[in-house]
């Protein structure tokens, strides 16, 4: 996936403040060190940024788009997509989420407003991601996800405050990465 730079740096620390508990399922040490959120300049077209939390590598660069995909994880590397950081920027709504880790199942589907980050999954656990929801509550959203043994699945997208699932359930196979846009 190609990255199109829509904000106009990185901030020397997290929108959040490190002191604020971290979200379910991430552990407080991985929390700490996600990436610093990046700084949006003003744009009349939504932006979403992923980062995700990959197996062995810990958290990734954040990626934004501006119109295109953003994008979270490795391909072809065997390696499970554990956490992914969200942050979305001139939608003028809220930004939805959910996991389905390995032996948990569906975590909590937490929504937050532009400008501050949110995670869904796991960290510390060793539990793959094999599955993700995401929706946004007053645009269109669409998402797609890699996985193991299946690679890309088709894109889809729903209408606002519709949610779409990307990857497997019930099957064990882990998520390797994922993407999804606001339109």
Known sequence: ???VLAFIGMVAAPAQADTEKPPPGISAEAWRARPAAPVFSA??????????????IGWTAWDCNDGDWAYAGTENQ?????????????????????AHSKDIGWGA??????????????TGQSRQMEAFRFRHTTR????????QNYGWQKEGCVGPDQ??????TGQSLRLEAATATIL
């Open 1 to 3: 996936m190609t990255t």
């Open 43 to 56: 744009s009349a077209s939504p932006i979403l940024c992923f980062s995700g939390h990959v197996q062995g």
């Open 78 to 98: 065997s390696l499970s997509l554990e956490a992914i950081l969200i942050i979305a920027h001139s939608t003028g709504g809220r930004t939805c989420a959910q």
């Open 109 to 122: 589907f937490p929504c937050e407003d532009d400008g501050r980050e949110f995670a869904v999954g796991t």
């Open 140 to 147: 269109w959203s669409c998402n797609n996800a890699h996985g």
């Open 163 to 168: 949610y779409r699932m990307a990857g497997t």
